[in-house]
């Protein structure tokens, strides 16, 4: 597999020095349970997946805050429970040699204010301004319910504070760094797109002022882990969650943005490649966004990273043509927890995800086993 060697060289990685160019995607397995701590097959699914080769390991998005949730079960950081269950992942990540960041993840109007979590809060679902999401479906609520319309946030700033302290607990779980989820439609890409912002103060209307938000909740992660340690992950294209603008306006806003993280110095930026399938309303703007907006990223301390769809070769040859310098993959990890080694190897890939269970099954611990830590690996 020569065609894939330059995806197994080595990456300095601020202070830290990544074994490879392939990585583990943040996805959403919804395995925490009964409720919200992580737990011990958490453990083991990450655990399998830094044995398996991962050069980097992005966790499932991680909620800062108690909310309702469009999944069930989706693990938070808020609580000192919750910080002791990281630290169980984190060290069996750190126990096979991995690196990990903790994705940091606020729905915003992707919640729902009859979801038991947003219930418990006692808070309401905020969001930049009062319009709902289209689509969506509640599986957990009677009558699967789509998005409801959110309440309009006063003062973002007092969401800062949710941030930081998602970012200290991160930081006491032993993860290695921090991701800001500014992508699919949660609250940080609903600030930066005029369609779910309309607010007429600092925080809306320009293209500044809508990329306010993003950038203080870098600035707040930076605060805490410094501008090494920390990434961002974006998706320009919109479509997902009912997010997107017309292409000028997106064209202006991520690279205004992008251009004002470069100041700041950052690990890395994510750039989520366009993906029809994800495009559910029609609303997303398709386009290059590596062509669009990496020549943006020009501080020497800042990785630039993709995601959506690769294949090995792909990903191989855009770290050949230095677009990029390392590629993010999801849903071959889920089949194939040893996926970086099979590249490696040339080994066949397993296909046969088993889609009944890909998001748990809301059960007890024994049953959340399959189809999360129940795939074989291969023979070297």
Known sequence: MSNLKTLFQPLNFGPITLKNRIFMSAMTRNRSVPTNVPNGINAEYYRQRAEGGAGLIITEGILIAQQGSEWQNAPGIWSQDQVRGWKNVTDAVHEQGGIIFAQLWHLGRISHPDAPEQIASG???????????????????????GYATPTAIDDPRTLLAQWKQA????????????????????????FLDSMSNRRTDEWGGSVENRARFALEVVKTAVDVWGPE????????????N??????????????YLISELDKLGIAYVTLVRYVGSFDTTGRGTKHDVIDAYSSLLKNPATR?????SFTGEEAARYIEDGKVDGVFFGIPWIANPDFAKRLENGKTLEGNIDFATLYGRGGLEADEKKGYVDYPVATF
Do not use: W
């Not at 340690?229 to 997902?240: C, D, E, Q, T, W």
């Not at 997010?243 to 306006?249: D, L, T």
């Open 242 to 255: 009912d997010i997107g603008m017309p292409i000028q306006e997106t064209l202006d806003t991520f690279r």
């Open 123 to 145: 808070q309401p679902v905020y969001a930049p301004s009062p319009i709902a999401a289209r689509g969506g479906r509640f599986c957990f609520l009677p009558g699967q319910p």
């Open 304 to 308: 630039v990273f993709v995601n959506a």
């Open 167 to 190: 970012a200290v607990n991160a930081k006491e779980s032993g993860f290695d760094g921090v991701e800001i989820h500014g992508a699919n439609g949660y609250l940080i890409h609903q």
């Open 229 to 240: 340690r920390v990434g961002i992950k974006l998706n320009p294209a919109g479509g997902y």
